[in-house]
C-alpha cells in the first residue's frame, strides 16, 4: 500500500468555478480507485485547491491489482465428447480458455453438465492503470468554458495546463495530459516563490511543501486564515474604540477564499464625506466592483473604512503602498456613484415613466413602459381578489409604486451598478418624498433573490413583486420560452421560487392557480401549464428551503398544490407524526387500501354508491366503519382549524381497527354486493382521511 497525489497546475482559474471542480476531481480520483480494485474501503481522501491547482491526495492505495480468477462455461457434455474423444467444440472452447482439453472440468447447472475453465486474470501494476485511466477523467471535468490552448491539438480545459504531479508513495506515474507528463515537481506562489521548483518526495509532504511556497493549498485552512485576518486587522485598526467589525459577507469570503493563495488582509480609509451617499450604494461599490468587505462600528452604521483581501505579504512600507493604492482606487470609485447620484436627480422618478418607453423588456412583450402598465393592472386584480381577506395593504400606494418601479432603470446610478436596480428606485424615491410604503415596495421589488433571501418587508412589496414575477413568467409561458432542462435565460424558475416564499412567508392570501389566471386571463391551457410550473417549485421550496423528505413533499402535493402555506403546514404536520409506528401502520394501511381500490378499477369491479349497514356482516368491518364515522367529525373540525398534527394524531388511532379488518375481512368477496359494500367502504375511509396528505405516498421502512 502507498498513498497517491495528483496535482494539475493550470493558469488561473475563474473563482466561481474551482469549488465544483475540486469536488469533481475527487470523485473521479476515487472512482477510478475503486473501480480498478485499488482502493480499500473506508481509505481517507483529501482534496485540495487554489486558483492555480487543483488536487487530491488518496490514503493507502494498492500498487498492485490483485488476480481474478473467472469461470469461464463452455458447451454441455453432450456436446464436448463423443465416445469419449473430445469434439472440436471442446477443442475449441479450451483453445478460448488457454488451456489442454485435458485440463477442463466438469460443471452441473441448472441445464444439466457443462465443460468450464477457471481462467486467472493477472492484476495490473497501480501506476500503470492510473496512467490510462486518468487522462479520460481529466478530460470529463465539467466547466462552465472551455478552451482550447495548443495548436491542433484536440484537449480542452478551462485554462492552459502547466504542470502535473502524481505519485503512488515515492514513485511517480507517468499520466499525460495537455502535452505534460506527471512527475513529482510542483510549484509554489507565483509572486512570493517565483518560478522555483518544489520537489516532493512523497504525497504526504504535499501540503507542507507548498506552505514553504507560500501556497496555503487546503481550501478550509485559507478560508480560516482570511476571516482570523479580518478579526487581526479590523481589531487592530479600531483606534478609537468605536468597536469596529467587519460586516459578515459569507459569498465573499468564499470568492477571496479561491480567488488566493497566500491571503493577508489590510484596512484602508476613505472620507467621512463619502458616508453621506446611501450605505447601499457604498457597500456595493466595495464589494460587487473592488471585493472589500464594509466596516461597521458597534451599533452596526458604516465605518468610513474597508478591508481588503491581498494574495501577497508585504513589509510595512509594501503595505502602506497598496492601502494609497486601494484608497485611491476606491475614492474614484465613490466619486462616480456620488455624481451619479447627484445628477440623477434633477430628473425626478415621475419624470422618467415615459423614459421606459425606449427601454425594451422583451422584443415581443414590449418595452418597460408597456410591462409596467401591466403589472400595474395585475396588482389591482390582485388586490381586488384578496380584499376582505383580513390582509392590509395601501392600494394607492401599491399602484403607485407598480407605476415607478422600472424608471430607475433610466439612471446612471444603476446603469453603472447594476446589481443596485430597485434598491436605487426606492432611495430616489424616498429622496423624492414619495410616500413610504410606495418607496418600500420599489426597494424590495425583485425579492427574493434566491431561497436565502428575505421577502418584501410590507404588504405592498410583497403584492408588487408577485405581480411583476407573474406578468414576467406569463409573457415568457405565452411565447412558448418555458425553461427546459438546465436552461432558464429568463430566470423564471428563480421568479416563481420567489412568488412561492413569498406566499409561504408572508400573510398574503393568494392561490398559485388565482395568480396564474390573474397574470394569463381566460386561456386555460397556458394557466394549467403555469400551475404545474409553480407546483413544481413549490415542491423544491418544500424540499430545499423548508427541509421535508420527499414522500412527504408528494403525500402533501397530491392532495393540493395551491395553497403554499397551507402547503408547509400539512408537510410539518405529517414529519411530526411520521415517526410514530400508529401513524406509520395506518399510512401502510391505506396504501393496501388504495392498491384493491386500484386493481378493482383495472377489473372493471365497481365499488357500491355508499356503504349499506345492512351488508357489513363481519365484526371487524363494522368496527371499522363506526370508528372512522367518529373520527371523521372530528378530523374534519381540526382540518377546518388547520390543526393538521392533531388530526393526523386522531387519524393514527385508527390502527386497531384497520389491522383487524386487514386481518378478518376478505375485500374481494364472493358475493358482488359484500365485495362492492367493502370497496365503498375503503372508499369512504380513504376519502375521509386523505384531506391533509396521500398517506400511500408515504415510505414505510420494510
Known sequence: MADFLFEIGLEEVPARMIAGAQAELEQRVVKILERER??????????????????????????????????????????????????????????KAGVDVDALKTITNAKGEYLAATLVKAGRGAAEVIAAEMPKELAGIYWAKNMYWRTGRP?????????????????TVPVEFGGYVAGSVTYGHRVLFGEREIALKAPGEYEDALLGGFVVADVEARRQ???????????AGDREGSGLRWREDHELVDKLTQLTEWPSVLMGGFEKEYLALPEEVLVTVMRDHQNYFAVEDRDGKLAPHFLAVLNTE??????????????????ARFNDARFFWEFDQRVPLVERVKLLENVTFQKDLGSYAVKSERVRELCRRLSDRIEGRGFAVDFNALLEAASLAKTDLTTELVKEFTELQGEVGGLYARAQGISPAACDAIYDQYR????????????????????????????????????????DPFALRRAANGIVKILGESSVELGLGEISRAAVGENEELVRKIEVFFAERLEFYLREAKGQAYDVVKSVLVVG???????????????????????????????????????????????????????????????????????????????????????????????????????????MAPDEAVRANRLALLEKVLGDFSGIADFSEIVIAG
Do not use: C
Open 38 to 95: 485499488l482502493m480499500r474501503s473506508g481509505a481517507g481522501t483529501k482534496s485540495f485547491a487554489t486558483p492555480r491547482r487543483l488536487a487530491v491526495w488518496v490514503e493507502g492505495v494498492a500498487e498492485q491489482q490483485e488476480d481474478v480468477a473467472e469461470e469461464l462455461v463452455g458447451p454441455s457434455v453432450k456436446v464436448a465428447y463423443k465416445d469419449g474423444v473430445a469434439t472440436p467444440a471442446a477443442v475449441a472452447f479450451a483453445k
Open 155 to 171: 484537449e480542452r480545459f478551462v485554462r492552459p495546463v502547466r504542470w502535473m504531479v502524481a505519485m503512488l508513495g515515492e514513485k
Open 225 to 235: 486564515r482570511i476571516r482570523k485576518a479580518l478579526d487581526k486587522v479590523t481589531r
Open 314 to 331: 508585504a513589509d510595512e512600507a509594501g503595505v502602506a503602498v497598496i492601502r494609497h493604492g486601494n484608497e485611491r482606487v476606491l475614492r
Open 448 to 487: 427574493p433573490l434566491s431561497m436565502e433571501d428575505r421577502i418584501p418587508r410590507t404588504a405592498e412589496g410583497q403584492l408588487l413583486a408577485i405581480a411583476d414575477k407573474a406578468d414576467t413568467i406569463a409573457g415568457m409561458f405565452g411565447l412558448g420560452l418555458e425553461p427546459t432542462g438546465s436552461k
Open 561 to 667: 398544490a395551491d395553497n403554499v402555506r397551507d402547503a408547509v403546514a400539512r408537510a410539518e404536520a405529517v414529519t411530526a407524526v411520521r415517526g410514530s409506528e400508529d401513524f406509520a401502520a395506518v399510512s401502510s394501511a391505506f396504501k393496501r387500501m388504495k392498491n384493491i381500490l386500484t386493481q378493482a378499477r383495472e377489473k372493471g369491479i365497481a365499488a357500491a354508491g355508499g356503504v349499506d349497514a345492512s351488508l357489513l356482516t363481519e365484526p371487524a368491518e363494522k368496527a371499522l366503519a363506526e370508528k372512522s364515522a367518529e373520527l371523521a367529525a372530528k378530523v374534519k373540525a381540526l382540518r377546518a382549524e388547520k390543526s393538521y398534527k392533531a388530526a393526523l394524531e386522531e387519524i393514527a388511532t385508527l390502527r386497531p381497527q384497520v389491522d383487524a379488518f386487514f386481518e378478518a375481512v376478505m375485500v
